[in-house]
C-alpha cells in the first residue's frame, strides 16, 4: 500500500498564500498521476487538482483555476499544491491522493494522504 504524506497546511488571511507538499513511501508512485482533494465541515470531498506523470499535463477545478498552481517532482516522487488568493470557503482538510492515470485521480482517487487543515480567515 503506497502512503502518501501531506503537509504544509495552516491558518492564513484571505488573500494569502499556502504550499502543500506530498510525498510518498514507495518509488512505484513515481509513475502515477497525483492530485488533491478537499473536504470541507459538512461537506462532500472534492476535486481540486491533479498533473499526469508523462507529459505533466495539469487540471483544475473551476474553483481554483487562476489562483491553485499544482506541480511535481519525479525525482523526488512529491507533489506541490501552490495556493494563492486563499477565500474564506477554501477552509477544509486537503488530501493528496494518487492513481494510475489522472482521470482515475480525479474521478476516483486509489490512494490518499491523511489530510491536512487549511484555515482561512475573513
Known amino acids: 500500500q503506497v502512503q502518501l504524506g501531506d503537509t504544509g497546511g495552516g491558518l492564513v488571511q484571505a488573500g494569502g498564500s499556502l504550499r502543500l507538499s506530498c510525498a510518498a513511501s514507495?518509488?512505484?508512485?513515481?509513475?502515477?498521476?497525483k492530485g488533491w482533494f478537499r473536504q470541507a465541515p459538512g461537506e462532500e470531498r472534492e476535486f481540486v487538482a491533479a498533473?499526469?506523470?508523462?507529459?505533466?499535463?495539469?487540471h483544475y477545478a473551476d474553483s481554483v483555476k487562476g489562483r491553485f498552481i499544482i506541480s511535481r517532482d519525479n525525482a523526488k516522487n512529491t507533489v506541490v499544491l501552490q495556493m494563492n488568493s486563499l477565500k474564506p470557503e477554501g477552509t477544509a482538510v486537503y488530501f493528496c491522493?494518487?492513481?494510475?492515470?489522472?482521470?482515475?485521480?480525479?474521478?476516483?482517487?486509489?490512494?490518499w494522504g491523511q489530510g491536512t487543515q487549511v484555515t482561512v480567515s475573513s
Open positions: 491522493v494518487a492513481g494510475p492515470q489522472c482521470d482515475t485521480v480525479i474521478k476516483s482517487p486509489g490512494h
Open positions: 514507495d518509488s512505484t508512485f513515481s509513475s502515477y498521476a
Open positions: 498533473i499526469s506523470w508523462g507529459n505533466g499535463r495539469r
